[in-house]
């Protein structure tokens, strides 16, 4: 029900904007998170916007650089990517769910989208 864009390649310090199309209006009334993933790795916590987007919340390692935002009418969330460096290359996922910071939080995930960033 998630679809994930944006992916690509791109040096250090440009940008891309990720985005992760829902199927159903319904997802609008969940909470979207961004996680991502490298070979051997766990999946981590990257960034989350509330149902409504009043409410963000941002791994430490992305502050200042990420924007995570949403078009409900469009059921599209979004994560705009600055300064991107190359421990930034993963396979990016979106999810809904009813948390924020868990995997666990999450009932529905999107196939991901790979960012490589080259130095």
């Known amino acids: 029900q998630l679809v994930e864009t944006g992916g690509g390649l791109v040096q250090t310090g440009g940008s891309l904007r990720l985005s992760c199309a829902a199927s159903?209006?319904?997802?609008?009334?969940?909470?979207m998170g961004w996680f991502r993933q490298t070979p051997g790795k766990e999946r981590e916590f990257v960034a989350a916007?509330?149902?409504?987007?009043?409410?963000?919340h941002y791994a430490e390692f992305v502050k200042g650089r990420f924007t995570v935002s949403r078009d409900n009418t469009e059921n599209t969330g979004y994560l705009h990517m600055d300064g991107l460096e190359p421990e930034d290359t993963a396979v990016y996922y979106c999810?809904?769910?009813?948390?924020?910071?868990?995997?666990?939080?999450?009932?529905?995930w999107g196939q991901g989208t790979q960012v490589t960033v080259s130095t």
């Open positions: 999810g809904a769910g009813t948390g924020y910071y868990r995997r666990e939080d999450y009932s529905f």
């Open positions: 159903t209006h319904e997802i609008s009334y969940y909470a």
């Open positions: 916007i509330s149902w409504s987007g009043a409410h963000t």
